[in-house]
């Protein structure tokens, strides 16, 4: 048997041949000759799974022996993307495995297209716990995710008629081939009721919670394989699943409907990700699905703690537990709950540990976007945790009073709990006071948080504040998206970028060197053909290579700006109408992203480029000079087929308001220039690409406010400028309707009569910088050294980068190296 463990560990060809056929047949239970793609991809997803065990439970079992500090990341979200490939390249048996598939007649491309990608984010936030669980695993720092297995992830986008339409994500239909169930290690999870006091045997005054019901949660793990190591970290997803013995009572009174009916309202618990970015103030069940991750997960670790015999104590020693958003902040008064109710620790020694445990990532400057839950719901869901957090605001409030004497309208600000009208939980508030330390993703977002979102934290206590500039793995962004690009910058750096990305620097001496340049405009000319065909295969839209291929994808929303981009368009169209032999640079648009299913004003956007597209790329006048096209479902997979291949990342929010973004940087990393404004991280980028290689345009961010201030009047701007009268008539018309004025009213009216995200203040700026876009574009070769350029400055962006700063200035942890058991 000892020959089988090896055989199927084994990276050797013939070994991978041999396990991929077998698996053909004992796991998929076919032969070649009926076997469909689907087949293969599972087979070669259970050959290459079988590769990562031993690494898996070597790394399991060293974090078990030793004494490190583990990282614990909290995230409602992991967008994780599709496994495979990203386990290919970093197992380094891609070009083996591609081959070997090839002799047997298959292609590798084909069959990694098969895999269902968990969708289980619903953008940047998602995506950047992603990036994060890798760069922890490449650079071996022990570390777990924990967040939950929905059963439905974000929701499949198509288009009807232009519009969205929203179909149900079921990427669990053919299985899963990455996870492992663990049931031994299913937790309890209990909900609403009400609180007793009781006095124990040492006549203390104790609280005991009386749930009215009880949930299980059930680990599913995925092994997260780090580049070249032999670390595997672990994914650690919670399903809900029914407590049977808890409906016992239902089911002898002959109940049985009811007690399927508990059955069916828990595992409700873990069914779908909630595809709002929008506040949920409302929405109990959400509640309810933050509390339950959560609490799974604090008493998983504190099952760790155990097994390793590390008494409660110690427990901020043992884990650092990073809150991704406040969407796990209700584990500030779970931790205390656990240690306080259950462990029977003192509260002080209990509040010690809980903050020297927490840190806190605020996401988002977007004031809606805060999270609050009404008084009377959180009562309901979890009334030994209101009890606690009032336990905390009191304490926490008697802290300000002492620093700021006299200040009441302070201390309203910072309580807990608001108190203006309806009654809420501030879960901000909560994340900051349980947490040692708080950053932002971004200079400017961390700025920005300490003079106003959480300004009055900060005066409390700056110590606490950092900021920690997001980044993106290589490894997936660069390595496995855009193979050519990889192999050119190998031969021409060997591969010590790829986990060091600082080396692409590297690049700038062969910026001079023309054949280097034609070497890297071939690859993205090679990108761009690949994306076109695919657009041409799917939309049946012709699209030339050589245009410009300037990309916007992201979610869709006003403050991102979308609309911008298309007045931007129906600007040129009107300049090709009014001279049809103008000298226009071709470009081709290409939007992607997703609106929430209730954010109507979205929804518009969307249907407006869609219109926009199916006007400009028919009209003859137009001679194929623009081709607008809306990617329907962008995702993770859709990503890795479209960074490569764009020339221009449009990355155009009103200054102020994007934290950070990350698309910005998986384009430039893949040599596609950026035309942005002075948001986010975009200013750190053209800190490091250098201003004459950005293209930035609009209001910053005091302006932006300073106008705000001065009662922002867009109709003024409308009246001064010809160009953007003609493109907003022109929509107003309903020329891009079919006649009908009355679909578009509700967006050209807000932009002319409120535009909050001051697009109208931004236009003739932003269709300057395009010009200049345009003509720079002309000089193939200056774009090229730009390009390169832009490439070899992005190292800084690596999520590698970001990780090494959380866990030295954060988190404490470091790397432990493993070595594989055999
Ligand atoms: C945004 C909004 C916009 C207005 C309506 C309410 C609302 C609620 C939530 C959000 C964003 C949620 C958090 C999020 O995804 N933030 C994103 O995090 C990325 C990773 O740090 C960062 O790059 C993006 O700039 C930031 O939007």
Redo the contacts with the bound molecule.
């Keep these: 048997t000892d020959r089988r463990v090896s055989e199927r560990a084994s990276l050797d060809k013939r070994d991978l041949r041999r396990s991929f056929l077998d698996n053909l047949l004992y796991v998929q239970g076919k032969f070649p000759k009926l076997a469909n793609n689907a087949d293969y991809y599972l087979a070669l997803a259970h050959t290459v799974r079988d590769r990562l065990m031993q690494r898996w439970i070597s790394t399991a079992s060293a974090y078990t022996s030793q004494a490190s500090r583990t990282v614990c990341y909290l995230s409602a979200e992991f967008l994780m993307g599709p496994h495979l490939g990203n386990n290919l390249i970093n197992l380094g048996i891609y070009d083996e495995t591609a081959k070997m598939v090839a002799e047997l007649g298959l292609d590798l491309e084909d069959l990694l297209y098969q895999e269902e990608e968990p969708g289980l984010g ?7 716990a992603a990036c994060f669980i890798d760069s922890l695993a490449t650079l071996e720092v022990p570390a777990l995710g924990y967040g939950i297995r929905y059963e439905y992830g974000i929701f499949h986008q198509t288009l009807v008629d232009g519009w969205q339409a929203e179909k149900t994500d079921k990427w669990l239909r053919y299985g899963n081939p990455w996870e492992i169930a663990r049931p031994e290690w299913t937790v309890e999870i209990r909900f609403g009721g009400h609180t007793e006091q009781y006095v124990d045997e040492q006549q203390r005054l104790r609280v005991r919670w009386l749930p009215a019901r009880v949930v299980l949660g059930v680990p599913h793990d995925t092994p997260i394989l780090g580049y070249h190591v032999n670390t595997a970290n672990t994914l650690r997803l919670w399903k809900a699943e029914a407590a049977e013995s808890f409906d016992f009572g239902q089911f002898n009174r002959g109940d049985y409907a009811g007690a399927v009916t508990q059955k069916i309202v828990s595992e409700n618990l873990s069914k779908v990700l909630y595809p ?4 949920e103030a409302g929405k109990e069940l959400r509640l309810q699905q933050q509390y339950f991750f959560v609490s799974a997960s604090l008493q998983d670790m504190l099952r760790i703690l155990k097994i390793q015999g590390v008494p409660v104590e110690n427990f901020h020693e043992k884990f650092a537990v990073q809150l991704n ?1 406040t969407h796990p902040a209700i584990g500030v008064a779970e931790l205390m709950r656990l240690l306080v109710d259950e462990h029977l620790l003192v509260w002080d020694t209990a509040w010690d540990i809980t903050c020297k445990s927490f840190g806190y ?1 605020n ?2 400057l ?1 004031p ?2 805060l999270e609050r839950w009404s008084l009377p719901l959180f009562q309901r869901v979890l009334p030994r945790h209101l009890e606690i957090i009032y336990e905390i605001n009191a304490r926490f409030l008697d802290q300000v009073r002492l620093r700021f004497f006299g200040d009441e309208q302070r201390l309203a600000r910072m309580s807990l709990i608001d108190e203006h009208g309806p009654r809420y939980v501030r879960m901000a508030n909560l994340a900051c006071a349980g947490s040692h330390a708080i950053n932002g ?2 200079d400017l ?1 961390t700025e920005l948080l300490k003079q106003d979102v959480l300004k009055d934290f900060y005066e409390l206590w700056p110590e606490k504040f950092s900021n920690k500039t ?1 980044g993106v793995t290589p490894r997936r962004w660069i390595v496995l998206a855009n193979p050519r690009l990889t192999a050119l910058i190998s031969e021409t750096l060997g591969e010590g970028w790829i986990k060091d990305l600082g080396q692409l620097r590297g690049l700038e001496r062969h910026v001079e060197n023309a054949d280097f340049r034609a070497r890297w405009a071939k690859v993205k000319r090679d990108n761009k053909a690949d994306l076109a065909a695919h657009i041409t295969r799917r939309l049946g839209i012709s699209i030339n290579p050589d245009s410009i291929f300037d990309v916007q994808v992201k ?1 869709i ?1 006003e ?1 991102k700006r979308q609309h911008l981009a298309a007045l931007h368009i129906i600007a040129l169209y009107l300049r090709i109408k009014a001279n049809p032999n103008i000298d226009l640079t071709p470009r081709t648009f290409i939007f992607g992203g997703k609106a929430a299913p209730g954010y109507f004003m979205a929804k518009l956007m969307i249907k407006l480029i869609t219109a926009i597209g199916d006007v400009v790329n028919v009209d003859p006048a137009v001679r194929d000079r623009l081709k607008v096209v809306f990617m329907p479902n962008f995702s993770v997979t859709n990503g890795q087929r479209i960074y490569p291949a764009a020339d221009l990342s449009e990355q155009i929010s009103t200054a102020g308001k ?5 698309g910005n940087m998986k384009f430039q990393m893949n040599g596609a220039l950026t035309i942005g404004t002075m948001d ?2 975009n200013i750190e980028i053209q800190q490091e690409v250098g201003a004459e290689n950005f293209f930035q345009f609009g209001l910053s961010t005091p302006e932006v406010y300073a106008l705000g201030a001065s009662g922002y009047r867009p109709m003024e701007y409308y009246q001064r400028s010809d160009a953007l009268r003609e493109v907003i008539d022109l929509i107003a018309s309903g020329f891009f309707s079919r006649g009908d004025a009355s679909l578009f009213k509700p967006l050209v009216d807000n932009l002319l009569y409120h535009d909050p995200y001051f697009l109208l203040a931004d236009f003739d700026s932003y269709v300057a910088c395009q010009d200049e876009v345009a003509s720079v574009y002309r000089d193939a070769d200056r774009w090229t050294r730009m390009a390169i350029l832009n490439s070899a400055r992005s190292g800084k962006f690596s999520s590698d980068r970001t990780i090494l700063q959380y866990c030295d200035e954060i988190w404490g942890a470091k790397s432990v190296p493993i070595r594989l058991l055999t």
């Design positions: 619903n953008g940047g936030l998602g995506r950047l709002n970015d929008e506040q958003d990532t996401h988002t977007m809606e976007a993703v971004a977002h997001n979610r929303h403050y994007e934290a950070s973004g990350t986010g991280a």
